[in-house]
């Protein structure tokens, strides 16, 4: 639009001289050496217009021939560059395909094309972690590391490869000098904060979650939340030599993170030790609204050594009105009724529980229960036993995939701050040769891990596995785990006999030698019924 108006107004401008020069004629004379040459004013003014555009035309076929070498060279140059980003670009793309020859090929044309680019060296290395060519892949992020632009690039290559090879004092130097010259690096913030609780430095660690909180890293939500974590962590290291100390760090804590269990179970027992009972119940109390726990109630009914049995289940009750009658608080009614041998008032803090698939911990309880009412050996007590079996399992500390009873301030296994959760461990189905290993008796070492360090011997809690760590134990995964199982068993949908799914079930169940009184181990089978296929009136139908 503006250009056709450019030549619009350009073409009226040239009308308006020529009209001018028709109208004001004149002549124009050239004397030079001798010769005089006189013509009028418009011969005059083409002829310059001519002239012009001659010796311009000149002049460019004289500076391509003067420009010719570089014009060239310069063209050779863009072809090569092109070809370069070509082969870089088909290098990214069998890095992503997973394709290692076509990436090395890719990789050294793109070299050869481009030279020491960084887009190359990153290709090169890649491409040599991808072929398992560790050692050439340093040596392309070392190269980076030598070049500033590229520096914190080539470090992070050099810490992943660290990490890999299990060189953690390495990998700790180049985060530590990453995070030095790039303090907003995500990932060299989270390996120094990993590397500082790892080594129990929670100063250290605090000081970093405030920076990245302060850089808009993290929200301040997640920022208040870790520090309540780091404090709480080393509140629990000086707890026993340094009181004062622990118990500044911990209500600290505790006014960052309300809701964070174990800090303020910590902060009772401190206030306990100092003898201020009111601000110890208090805490678990403000902390018992935002998610009752067992132990918050656990540490809420003892808080007084000399309490009564009678003293202990008011405060049960107090527990109870401030969560509406929480399922947690209903365990805790149980747990100080059946010390104080009101078993029937035991019951009925139960019994709202016992309506719809009962936990582990709530069928224990209700066998303690009928075990001081009736006997040890009564029909009751090992019917609720044989139902902890195979009950839901009750939450657990849970995280990346570790089961643990205890609260930790990072994960075991990632070493992440936060990572435990308060949840209940995910429950799976045995498949069809495992559960046929079931019914047969030889598969009773897979069962749910929590109950195979023989009977039970407190209500509520779950015996850790015998493994390296005791305060922790693997969670099942749903794709291939199977270490961790809850008690819930397929049994095949027909038994070699010919009897029905249920009684073979019972009868697989009989014959086992820890058939008797609960045994840790012991898993109670749900019996699934044979596919029915229409017309076939003569097999068996399910028992029961």
Not at 217 to 235: E, G, N, P
Not at 314 to 334: D, N, V
Not at 401 to 419: H, K, N
Request: hydrophobic share 45%; glycine share 8%.
């Amino acid at each position: 639009m503006w250009r056709a108006l450019a030549f619009l107004a350009l073409l009226a401008v040239a009308a308006y001289g020529a009209t001018w020069v028709a109208d004001h004629p004149g002549t124009v004379t050239i004397v030079w050496n001798g010769y005089e040459v006189a013509t009028s004013l418009a011969i005059g003014l083409i002829g310059v217009l001519i002239a012009a555009i001659v010796i311009g035309f000149i002049w460019a076929i004289v500076r391509g021939f003067i420009t010719l070498p570089e014009t060239l060279v310069r063209g050779s140059r863009d072809r090569r560059r092109a070809k370069g980003f070509s082969a870089l670009s088909r290098g990214m793309v069998a890095v992503g395909s997973g394709d290692p020859l076509a990436a090395r090929r890719h990789a050294s044309d793109a070299e050869r094309l481009l030279g020491a680019e960084p887009l190359t060296l990153l290709l090169k290395a890649q491409a040599a972690q991808i072929s398992g060519d560790r050692e050439a892949a340093e040596q392309a992020f070392q190269r980076m590391v030598n070049d500033p632009e590229t520096r914190v690039l080539g470090l992070r290559g050099l810490f992943v490869e660290a990490r890999r090879r299990e060189d953690d004092a390495s990998a700790r130097a180049y985060a530590a000098e990453a995070a030095r010259l790039a303090p907003s690096v995500t990932w060299a913030n989270e390996a120094v904060l990993e590397a500082q609780c790892a080594d129990g430095d929670w100063s250290g660690a605090n000081e970093t979650v405030e920076r990245r909180a302060s850089l808009g890293l993290i929200d301040k939500t997640t920022a208040r939340r870790q520090r309540a974590v780091l404090l709480t962590a080393a509140a629990q290291e000086r707890e026993a030599g340094e009181p004062e100390a622990a118990t500044e760090r911990v209500l600290k804590a505790v006014k960052l993170a309300p809701d964070l269990v174990p800090a303020s179970v910590l902060a009772a027992r401190l206030m306990v030790r100092r003898g201020d009972l009111r601000k110890a119940a208090k805490i678990l109390e403000a902390t018992w609204r935002t998610g009752p726990h067992p132990d918050l109630a656990k540490t809420y009914l003892n808080l007084r050594t000399g309490d009564s049995v009678r003293d202990r289940m008011a405060r049960a009750e107090t527990l109870a009105k401030i969560s509406s009658w929480h399922p947690e608080a209903r365990l805790a009614m149980a747990q100080a009724a059946y010390e104080a041998r009101e078993f029937g008032q035991a019951r009925d803090a139960l019994a709202p529980l016992l309506a719809d698939r009962p936990t582990v911990r709530t069928c224990l309880t209700m066998a303690r229960i009928e075990e001081a009412e009736h006997g040890s050996g009564s029909g009751r007590a090992r019917e609720w036993l044989s139902r902890a079996a195979h009950a839901p399992r009750d939450p657990l500390w849970i995280a990346d995939g570790i089961a643990s009873e205890t609260w930790a301030p990072v994960s075991p296994v990632s070493g992440r701050l936060d990572a435990f959760v308060w949840k209940t461990p995910t429950e799976l189905l045995a498949g069809p040769e495992e559960a046929q290993g079931d019914a047969n008796g030889e598969s009773a070492s897979k069962a749910d891990p929590a109950m195979t360090e023989g009977r039970l011997s407190a209500p509520g809690t779950i015996p850790a596995p015998s493994t390296p760590s005791p305060a922790t134990t693997p969670v099942p995964k749903a794709e291939t785990s199977t270490e961790i199982r809850t008690a819930t068993v397929l049994f095949p949908s027909s038994a070699p006999n010919g009897t029905a799914p249920v009684a073979a079930g019972m009868a697989a169940a009989a014959a086992r030698p820890d058939s008797g009184p609960l045994v840790g181990n012991t898993a109670t089978p749900v019996v699934f019924p044979a596919p029915k296929s229409q017309g076939d009136a003569t097999k068996p139908r399910r028992a029961g």
